[in-house]
């Protein structure tokens, strides 16, 4: 593996790692704004005491996936950064105002319906999946060019194929999130019921809406749908059966199991992705060895990398291990 194909991989690797684990934030502030029923205060407890400890956390990856772009892929990175910088800078708008609301609501006075940060938040919650997932859209259909120059303000992610993939993202990060509360809320068997009807309708409304992408692909964006259907296809066809087997632990309510298996399908769908394109980094014109930066850089990249994660994954372990591990019984 070339250095320029290493650097790749590491950072795919932290953008995966971003969306299983601030996608599921992200799906809490959904189920945060669409609580609902006699329990519906319980339900956006649950949401805020799974997100609480480690919320701020789970962007560390964002900021090493953006500062790691930067340095081993810069003329990628200005190339995306001109001509997507309204749906990002929406999207980043979505998560300073979500980061914001959640902690100024946890300060604030306790209310039976949602309050007005709670409002901020939930919203917030929907703005950041859907800009960011319309953004790859983008760059996945082939519509942003070396140039870096969009033809229009809302050129190329604002398409239908765009916004049904935005709409996507947001539902498989409610997905997530919902599974992930299965687990959170084992001792209490109502709200978890609460939550396994909700990861239910997201991962219904997932598949509706995974098929109805690459449908439409085939003629609005035939330059991803023939990067799910060649190089991306084992992928794709195995996010297919595991979609099937998500669902069925779901129903069965085995949280573990099917908080598991959603994880492995949105791994599934985001790595079909560079596996279809290999070797672009931004199709047509950016590969990824003709975008990297000198092999000096890319070498420091994977040092700097190496020393860090020595120092930073067992403090995440720990950070996990102390707020979402299992206190046994008394």
């Not at 991803?224 to 066809?237: A, D, I, M, R, Y």
Request: charged residues 10%; aromatic residues 10%.
């Amino acid at each position: 593996m070339t250095l320029a194909a290493a650097n790749a991989a590491l950072l795919w690797a932290a953008l995966t790692t971003y969306a299983v684990l601030a996608g599921a934030d992200f799906g809490g502030g959904v189920w945060d704004l669409l609580a609902s029923g006699p329990r519906a205060a319980q339900q956006r407890r649950a949401v805020a005491e799974a997100m609480g400890p480690v919320w701020e956390a789970n962007h560390v990856w964002l900021i090493f996936l953006v500062v790691g772009f930067f340095t081993a892929f810069p003329p990628a990175f200005a190339v995306l950064a001109l001509a997507l910088y309204l749906p990002l800078t929406l999207a980043l708008v979505g998560i300073i105002l979500r980061g914001a609301a959640f902690a100024f609501r946890a300060h604030g006075a306790e209310a039976e319906g949602a309050s007005r940060w709670g409002l901020v938040f939930g919203s917030a919650s929907l703005l950041a999946p859907f800009f960011l997932g319309a953004a790859a859209a983008d760059v996945a259909a082939g519509h942003v060019h070396a140039n870096g120059r969009p033809a229009g303000v809302f050129e190329g992610w604002a398409t239908p194929e765009a916004l049904l993939i935005g709409l996507l993202a947001v539902s498989l990060c409610a997905y997530l999130a919902a599974t992930y509360l299965l687990v959170e809320t084992a001792d209490r068997p109502d709200l978890q019921a609460d939550f396994r009807r909700r990861a239910l309708g997201a991962g219904a409304l997932a598949g509706v809406l995974a098929i109805a992408t690459l449908a439409l692909a085939r003629s609005q964006a035939p330059r991803l749908f023939e990067t799910l259907t060649g190089n991306g296809l084992p992928l794709l066809v195995l996010a297919i059966l595991n979609g099937g087997v998500a669902l069925w632990t779901v129903w069965r309510t085995r949280p573990r199991v099917a908080r598991a298996a959603v994880i492995a399908q949105v791994v599934l769908v985001i790595w079909a992705w560079p596996l279809g394109q290999w070797p672009y980094l931004v199709p047509p014109d950016l590969t990824v060895a003709g975008s990297a930066a000198p092999s000096q850089a890319l070498q420091a990249m994977l040092v700097v990398t190496g020393v860090g994660m020595a120092l930073l994954a067992p403090s995440l372990w720990y950070l996990f291990h102390v707020f979402k591990g299992r206190l046994p019984q008394a």
